[in-house]
Every structure is written in structure tokens, then in C-alpha cells.
């Protein structure tokens, strides 16, 4: 439940939007939504201060809407009406022991859904007849779910490990991937193939739930999950990474093998033996990971492949990645 005054702002201005361009005094506003003139006082100054609404003085004068009502989102309003209470409502719950860390996680995903529904949710849709039905029903549960899908969960940093076929990706990666978690950083990884491989075993129960049409499936063991996600088209290779977001928001940084026209930092491993380096064919690669020295005029800075610590660093400077999280 929303604080009183969070529930009178919101009100006030939905009237206000409604009503707008005309001024209106506070107490037809406080007419107008049944709410006591002195309290919604308080709540138009602040609203006032955070140029959401502007008053005018003199015949005709009162208060109006200054803030486009497309623009404005409901983490905006609440944030102007009690700035203590809009921080302290998405406070991250810190983990404990083994079950009070997976009620960590629900409590996170609960928190993270609340606060894109505020963040993603404006004025003008709180005002918009036509998204709530007759007689100003709410949204049909399958629209609410819909705009939640596509909300996405800010992945962590992420770095393309990109290179020609037997560069050695696979084993940089592993390599990386081992002194990350020994230093205590949490690091998740995504394979990139341009193969259509089968990922699940044919006959095996999860196939059969993918094959009569479930649009998700999940296989829950005791010490691993696996999810597959069907596409019927070609996805975008960013609303993939979107996707990922909520499944990968523990890691402090993302390595990816391949990805090389997916938008993000790519380095390059090279060695000799394998076709010329991909820098040199004009792909905005920012470090070419090799010992070896690469052909024709080369001003894309090089890496050590073996200064693996080194490597880690460099690594984490470009991601722009901190201290590991508590």
C-alpha cells in the first residue's frame, strides 16, 4: 500500500491532467477527489518544488499540470512527494544463510517488478481511459503480464571475447573465469553459436513439453536448472541479453565468446596459425589479446595472452566493473 500522500498526488494530478489546461484552486481539486484541503496543500508544494505543477495567482489563477504527463512516471511523483520513503521502499533485502538467501532472491525479483511498474508507468497512462476497460476496470492480468516481459533487468557488465575459429576463446575464457572466482568476483558466461544445435535430447520429457508449443522450459535438478527459450524468428541479439538480465544479476561481469556485431566491448584473441586478426578488417575491437605479433600496420592496441592476472585487470577497467558486491 502506497503512503496517503503518495495516493493524493497521484490523484491530484490524474484530476489535473484531466483538467487540463485550466487552473484549479486546491480546494476543487480537493472537492473533485474526496481528500482534506489542508493535506493536499502539503502535497502540491512539494510537487511544486519539483516543477511536477506551477500555481497561478490572481482571477483564474490556482495550480496546473508543468510536467508532460508521458513524461512523468510514477517513480518521478514519488520520489518528488517523499524522496525518504521512495528510496526506503526499494531497499535491497542482504542474504543470509542458504534459506534466507533464496528468499533473497523472490524478495528481489518481487522488489525489482515493483520498481520497474513505477518507473515504466506514467502520468498519462493513469489517465488514459481506453487501457482500463469500461467503467475504469483495471488492465486485464494478460496485458499487466505483458508489459512485464518486456521490462527488462539491467544485465551486469559485459565483454565479447570474440576471435577467428581455434584462437583460443574457449580456454582464455576458462582461464579468466577461474581467476575471477578465485579473487572472489562473480563471473557468468554465454557461449555464442551460429550452428543450430539441438540443446535438449530428443524424447526426453522437457523436449516433448517444447515440442507441444510451451513457450518456456525449465528442467529443475538437484544441483543445476536448466531454462530453453524457443525462437520462432531470428531474436534480437540485445532483447536476449535483456532477457538474461534477471537470471545473470548476481554476477559482477558478463563474458561472452562471440558476439561480434552484438553492441558492447569486444577484444580480440589472435594467434598465428589462424586467418588475419578481425581488427584489421575494421570491426570496433578495442585490444587484440595475443604474444604473437600480428601482420600489415596494426594500431589496435595488443594484450599479453599469458599475463592472465594482468589480462583480468584490463578486463575489468573496460566493463567498468568495482569492487565485488557484499
Known amino acids: 500500500m502506497l503512503p496517503s500522500k503518495i495516493r493524493y498526488a497521484l490523484r491530484a494530478l490524474v484530476h ?6 485550466q487552473p484549479l484552486t486546491t480546494d476543487q ?51 518528488a512527494v517523499d524522496p525518504s520513503g521512495a528510496s526506503a521502499n526499494f531497499e535491497q533485502v542482504e542474504p543470509g544463510g542458504y534459506h534466507q538467501g533464496k528468499l533473497h532472491q523472490r524478495l528481489e525479483v518481487i522488489r525489482i517488478l515493483r520498481e520497474n511498474v513505477l518507473r515504466e508507468t506514467s502520468l498519462k497512462d493513469l489517465t488514459s481511459a481506453p487501457d482500463c476497460g469500461e467503467s475504469g476496470a483495471s488492465p ?24 577467428h575459429k581455434n584462437s583460443g576463446k574457449t580456454t582464455l575464457i576458462e582461464q579468466l573465469v577461474e581467476h575471477y572466482c578465485s579473487q572472489g568476483i562473480r563471473i557468468g558466461t554465454v557461449k555464442h553459436t551460429h550452428h543450430r544445435h539441438e540443446l535438449d535430447t530428443p ?25 530453453f527459450l524457443p525462437h ?28 561480434l556485431h552484438d553492441k558492447g566491448v569486444k577484444v580480440e584473441v589472435w594467434r598465428k596459425g589462424v586467418e588475419a586478426p578481425l581488427a584489421l578488417s575494421g570491426h570496433p575491437i578495442e585490444a587484440l589479446i595475443t604474444d604473437d605479433d600480428p601482420p600489415g600496420d596494426n594500431t589496435v592496441q595488443r594484450w ?22 557484499p
Open 16 to 21: 489535473l491532467a484531466e483538467s487540463a489546461p
Open 203 to 227: 524424447g526426453k520429457d522437457s523436449f516433448r513439453h517444447r515440442k507441444a508449443g510451451a513457450a518456456a522450459v525449465a528442467i529443475l535438478s538437484p544441483e543445476m536448472d536448466a531454462l
Open 304 to 325: 599479453s595472452r599469458n599475463d592472465i592476472a594482468s589480462l583480468a585487470i584490463r578486463l575489468l577497467e573496460r566493463a567498468r566493473v568495482g569492487l565485488p558486491r
Open 29 to 79: 481539486i480537493a472537492d473533485a477527489i474526496q481528500i482534506p484541503a489542508a493535506s493536499l496543500a502539503k502535497v502540491l508544494q512539494s510537487l511544486k518544488r519539483s516543477d511536477i505543477v506551477a500555481t497561478h495567482r490572481g482571477i483564474g489563477g490556482g495550480v496546473s499540470l508543468l510536467a508532460e504527463p508521458a513524461q512523468l512516471t510514477i517513480l518521478d511523483i514519488i520520489a
Open 140 to 163: 486485464p492480468l494478460d496485458t499487466l503480464l505483458d508489459h512485464v516481459r518486456r521490462w527488462p533487468v539491467d544485465c551486469p557488465p559485459r565483454i565479447h571475447i570474440v576471435g
Open 232 to 259: 520462432a524468428s531470428p531474436a534480437d541479439s540485445q532483447s536476449r541479453y535483456d532477457s538474461l538480465g534477471m537470471l545473470f544479476r548476481d554476477c559482477d561481469l558478463m563474458l561472452i565468446e562471440g558476439g
